[in-house]
């Protein structure tokens, strides 16, 4: 149980252009989901916090008019990265909490998406 | 200073051995504790996931938390190659959503 699912896997797009990124809870509903930002060699940072129904909160330096977040459904969130630009080429990752387990259980994780932009 | 402190590594070990990961932190508030592990451009997977002080077995894994040291441990049994990864330790208080996390410890277990 517990599945995150995060497509797509890896994507290359041309400086400029936007790109988005889903994020799937499989078998939970979850109001909240979390962006992740991870460089190579690094931990995992938190970018943002998607709300279902409601504006996502970003961490103090993240852009929110370049990573724009939508959590239309208690199963998807979507993360757009307008304008891409080489240096927002990273390891994106998405997880969520379950609902039904209560406020403090753990988060689980998507599988990543890696963005190369040239 | 950091508020989760984690020893990156490498740390080499046989195909057998015992292996203990560590983390320190510094907020006492700190009472839900995780241990995740990541392969190489993988997600993390969530392994162990503990409350408080005390104790947890999962299988070959078994989680530690010592909240008077502000010390969590994690133990592999019988490692094994398939363990190489890094692990990640994560933590949260009962009052914030945001994970911490430990900046993670590359494991390498040779055959």
């Known amino acids: 149980g517990a599945v995150v699912s995060q497509h797509p896997s890896w994507v290359i797009c041309k400086s400029g252009t936007s790109v988005k990124i889903e994020c799937r809870s499989l078998?939970?509903?979850?109001?909240?989901m979390f962006w992740y930002r991870q460089f190579p060699k690094q931990s995992l940072m938190l970018m943002a916090t998607?709300?279902?129904?409601?504006?996502?909160?970003?961490e103090q330096g993240v852009e929110k008019d370049k990573f724009l977040i939508n959590h239309a459904s208690l199963t998807l969130s979507t993360l757009t990265v307008t304008s891409a630009h080489p240096e927002d080429s990273s390891f994106y990752i998405c997880?969520?909490?379950?609902?039904?387990?209560?406020?403090?259980?753990?988060?689980?994780f998507g599988n990543g998406t890696r963005l190369t932009v040239t | 200073q950091k508020e989760v402190e984690q020893d990156p590594g490498p740390l080499s070990v046989p195909e057998g051995a015992i292996v203990s990961l560590n983390c320190t932190y510094s907020?006492?508030?700190?009472?839900?504790f995780m241990w995740y592990r990541q392969y190489s451009r993988k997600g993390p997977e969530l392994l162990m996931y503990t409350y408080s002080s005390g104790n947890k077995e999962d299988g070959r894994f078994t989680a530690q938390v010592d909240k008077s040291s502000k010390y969590i441990s994690l133990f592999i049994r019988d490692s094994q190659p398939s363990d190489s990864a890094t692990y990640l330790c994560?933590?949260?208080?009962?009052?914030?959503?945001?994970?911490?996390f430990g900046s993670g410890t590359r494991l390498l277990v040779r055959p």
């Open positions: 078998d939970f509903q979850a109001t909240t």
């Open positions: 998607s709300n279902e129904g409601s504006k996502a909160t970003y």
């Open positions: 907020n006492s508030a700190f009472q839900y």
């Open positions: 994560a933590m949260w208080t009962d009052s914030s959503y945001k994970l911490i």
């Open positions: 997880s969520a909490r379950d609902i039904g387990q209560g406020g403090n259980s753990p988060l689980h």
